[in-house]
């Protein structure tokens, strides 16, 4: 019992919470980009937190029900269709074997996300479901594809209430924890950064995301590799940022002003090219405490 591909759109792929233990081995994060959309979705059909959803890219994606379940569809307004009519989202759906669902040009965001009753039953790979191109781990869908998964009777209805439902059209400010080279950059480079408002440009993809601005001016000075984590800022040599996403590389050589709080990220997630976004500082203990508060509600541990 599946799901059956019938158009895979520009970049669709399966993808769980990520591939978390195996950065020592030099492999990404990986797994979904806009976190907060995909653990609403598993929330609203009592899934395991960690259940593998597909993650739709800018749409034009067509799927056949072959079983009878439930779904919930978050993220993006992609002009989601069951049988060509509009379906709200954010809520848990009943869909029956020959149902067809499509997703349409984006209206606001980017990533919407599907989720199914029990999740989708892929491949593990490295301890994950999640796809990871850059690194030849699974595969994009293709026109003909199957997801497996298991047809459930349970009902579910639930809904969220609207204030947790984000608006993709805002600009946003992206909280920033300072990196111990936090320190490294004078005062006027620091100030230069954080009073700015950056243009997210169209090298935005799920490795890393380069924003146009004024530059800083950095010493041309190269640097020994290190490991960097999802969410780090680099300034290149250029002198503008680079914020790591989730399929980013696990060790790099630039510079790090800080790395983003990890929640703020699924908001980078949903923001097209020539999007605003500022930074602002974060402590540590306000981001761990938001963080606990998220992880307890949608139950997230390994």
């Known amino acids: 019992m599946s799901f059956k591909v019938v158009k895979s759109g520009f970049l669709t792929t399966v993808q769980d919470y990520g591939r978390l233990s195996h950065g020592k081995h030099g492999m990404s994060q990986s797994g979904v980009m806009d976190e907060h959309a ?20 800018f749409g034009g994606v067509e799927l056949e029900t072959q079983i009878d379940t439930f779904i919930a569809v978050t993220g993006a307004d992609l002009n989601f269709k069951i049988n060509n009519r509009p379906v709200q989202m954010w809520h848990g759906i009943r869909v029956s074997k020959g149902d067809v669902l499509s997703w ?7 990533r919407a996300y599907l989720a199914v009753k029990g999740g989708f039953n892929t491949s593990v790979l490295f301890d994950s479901r999640s796809v990871n191109l850059r690194e030849n781990i699974g595969n994009k869908l293709c026109d003909g594809d199957q997801l497996p998964c298991v047809g459930h009777d349970e009902e ?18 992206l909280r920033l924890l300072p990196s111990y080279q936090f320190n490294e ?11 700015q408002t950056y243009t997210i ?3 935005n993809d799920r490795t890393g995301c380069r924003l146009s601005g004024a530059p800083i001016v950095i010493k041309k000075e190269r640097m020994i ?3 960097i984590s999802y969410g780090s800022v680099e ?6 940022p680079i914020i790591l ?3 980013a590389p696990s060790i790099g050589g630039y510079p790090k002003i800080g790395t983003v709080f990890s929640l703020d990220l699924a908001k980078l997630a949903q923001r097209q090219p020539n999007s605003k976004l500022r930074f602002e500082l974060m402590s540590i203990r306000d981001a761990q405490k938001e963080r606990k508060k998220f992880n307890d509600f949608f139950e997230i541990g390994f």
């Open 38 to 57: 995909y653990c609403w979705g598993n929330h609203l059909l009592n899934n395991h937190f960690n259940d593998a959803t597909v993650e739709i890219t």
């Open 185 to 195: 950059f004078s005062i006027n480079q620091r100030d230069l950064f954080f009073n």
């Open 104 to 110: 349409g040009n984006p209206k606001k965001g980017i």
């Open 225 to 227: 590799s290190e490991g």
């Open 235 to 240: 300034i290149a040599t250029d002198g503008l």
């Open 156 to 173: 579910v209805y639930q809904f969220i209430p609207p204030k947790y439902i984000p608006n993709y059209s805002q600009d946003i400010t």
């Open 245 to 247: 996403l989730k399929d």
């Open 201 to 203: 440009t169209n090298a």
